[in-house]
């Protein structure tokens, strides 16, 4: 079994995010409350923050990478279009990202209905992290994408990207017709125009949550195959591909396009770590860390978070370390 090298302990159930029950650490985890879904983790005066699926958004502060504190929502409550989007729309806000860009933070949102694509990506903007600085305030800018019953593409799962020439890219998907990605304006963080290109980058039956990461002159394409959600009987398991243009095509290690199937396994079910999924990856101090969630096969499948050394072979290729 590979080691884990941080994990922060979900203790309470879906229904429980407001409270967060302890845990003796133990073999090396630290207790923290409940993590599904995190965002790519980003730094703000010294501490590290990341954000996850949960009623207006959750937002988890750390200094140190290991315990996870909560910090205020996003939003009090869900902003007015999202009920246009979705017709019964989830007390939650799905599958959030984050990335800092000229001087402000860029939130990206997923909302929607389980199991449908009537769905859409907002967009929240703020200058600072930090709840007790006074510029600190989330701000609604709308709607980023949005799919409706006709499209073949589910508007959720959103990941930001920069690209070359001081571009800005999102990728997104779940299931329908795999992961997407469109272009955004720098300026505003919003789609860079209503009818810009959908750029299709992977597909399979079960597929979602995307995540782009740009190293060594390549993108590198983070998916996940299989269900989540489902505690012990989840089978999410964490692919790769990678590119030379962010728009594609994204090749495995085998030369397999993701957009006809491929995806080079990266991380898997391994004894009671089962269906880890939704990766992130944080670069600090020279070294690379991947984040995701996985579900705990010794807690009744509870899921919980794992923040691990990420390796890279000579070929450039993404491993976790032994």
């Known amino acids: 079994m590979r080691r884990i090298f941080l994990l922060a302990i979900l203790t309470i159930g879906w229904g429980g995010l407001d409270s967060c029950l302890g845990q003796t650490p133990r073999l090396g985890v630290v207790a923290s409350p409940r993590i599904h879904d995190p965002s790519t983790i980003v730094g703000c005066k ?61 939130l990206y949102y997923s909302v929607s209905a389980f199991g449908r694509n009537t769905s859409a990506i907002g967009l929240a903007t ?35 990207v920069a690209g070359d020439r001081g571009t ?12 997407k990605l469109i272009e955004l304006d720098p300026k505003t963080g919003l789609r860079i125009a209503p009818d810009s290109p959908i750029h299709a980058l ?5 597929i979602e949550a995307p995540a782009i990461v740009r190293r060594g002159g390549w993108y590198h394409l983070f998916v996940n195959w299989g269900f989540c959600c489902r505690g012990v009987r ?38 009671p770590f089962i269906g880890p999924g939704h990766a992130g990856v944080l670069e600090r101090e020279g070294r690379s860390y991947l984040s995701h969630h996985y579900y705990d096969g010794d807690s009744a499948g509870l899921p919980r978070l794992a923040v691990r050394p990420l390796a890279w072979d000579a070929e450039g290729w993404p491993s976790l370390e032994d």
């Open 46 to 106: 010294g501490r590290f923050w990341m954000f996850a699926t949960g009623p207006g958004v959750r937002s988890f502060r750390s200094d140190d990478l290991k315990a996870w504190t909560p910090g205020p929502r996003v939003f009090e409550h869900a902003p007015d279009w999202a009920g246009d989007v979705a017709a019964e729309p989830s007390r939650q806000l799905w599958a959030p990202d984050v990335v800092e860009r000229d001087g402000r933070y860029l």
């Open 126 to 160: 703020s200058a600072t992290l930090d709840p007790h600085d006074p510029a600190f305030r989330w701000e609604d800018r709308g709607i980023v994408v949005q799919s409706r019953r006709e499209d073949r593409f589910n508007a959720i799962d959103p990941a930001v």
């Open 168 to 179: 800005l890219w999102l990728a997104f998907g779940s299931f329908w017709d795999g992961i």
């Open 202 to 206: 992977a597909r399979k039956e079960q």
């Open 234 to 271: 989840s089978t999410y398991s964490i692919r790769v591909g990678r590119s030379r243009d962010v728009t594609g095509p994204y090749l495995d290690r085998d030369g397999v396009d993701l957009a006809a199937g491929g995806g080079t396994a990266l991380l898997a079910t391994d004894g």
